[in-house]
């Protein structure tokens, strides 16, 4: 990915299951300008990989959604609210970690 990716500003990877952990740390690593990224049913992304997009693009990202992404908790997402600042969606439906009491 490296270079190629610093001005990338969308990225939508809904229902890559093959993408792992490994791909979204890389991604982040080398994308400080996300503001969208769709990475719904992703079904092997788990807490590592929103804490490094958070690390990594917690002023320019805007988008995030996280649907049906089983392994996600709501310690990866309490990480990514409070640093996050610019972040106004944040897609969480079906990710059974997280208890609907805890969605606004």
Do not use: E, N
């Amino acid at each position: 990915l490296g270079m190629r990716t610093r001005r990338l500003k969308t990225l939508i990877l809904s229902g890559c299951q093959r993408i792992t952990d490994a791909s979204i740390t890389s991604l982040a690593r080398s994308s400080p300008s996300l503001r969208c990224l769709r990475l719904a049913r992703c079904f092997r992304i788990t807490d590592a990989s929103v804490i490094r997009v958070a690390a990594s693009s917690m002023h320019s990202l805007q988008t995030l959604s996280l649907t049906g992404c089983p392994l996600i908790s709501v310690d990866a997402v309490s990480q990514l609210l409070t640093r996050c600042k610019s972040l106004h969606v944040l897609a969480l439906d079906s990710c059974s970690q997280i208890p609907r009491s805890r969605v606004l």
